[in-house]
């Protein structure tokens, strides 16, 4: 089964090693869906939904919310987002019963990346 919380937060950020007008300075309202895949344990649950905010927010949200991104990743694309959030969170969300699945990052409300295990590990 696959478990899903969508969380928002707005940061600005510029892309340095870009040349478009994404190099200037500039902000987005961000929307992160967080995907756990597992299987219900004995009270029903992959993972209790207030437990999965609550880690969200401290580990991510608390971070990214209102910052100038470029002061966390040098080239803050979303691609680059999605995968410092997934690694960020891989380890805290493992569970006996469930682990991440991945991260989908939207930067404006139809354009978006989805980062899996396979991404942030490789790269």
């Known amino acids: 089964m696959l478990l899903c919380r969508d ?21 987005h309202t961000y929307r992160l869906r967080v995907t756990l895949e597992g299987t219900p344990d004995s009270e029903g649950m992959i993972c209790d939904f207030a437990d999965l905010k609550r880690t969200v927010n401290d580990l991510v949200i608390s971070k990214l919310d209102h910052s100038y991104i470029n002061d966390i990743l040098p080239q803050p694309t979303a691609e680059y987002i999605s995968m410092w959030i997934f690694r960020a969170l891989d380890a805290p969300l493992k569970r006996e019963n469930c682990r991440l699945h991945s991260v989908r990052v939207w930067e404006t409300e139809d354009s978006s990346v989805i980062c899996g295990r396979e991404d942030a590990c490789d790269a």
């Open 7 to 27: 969380f928002k937060f707005d940061a600005a950020h510029n892309l340095i090693h870009y040349h478009g007008k994404c190099e200037r300075l500039h902000g």
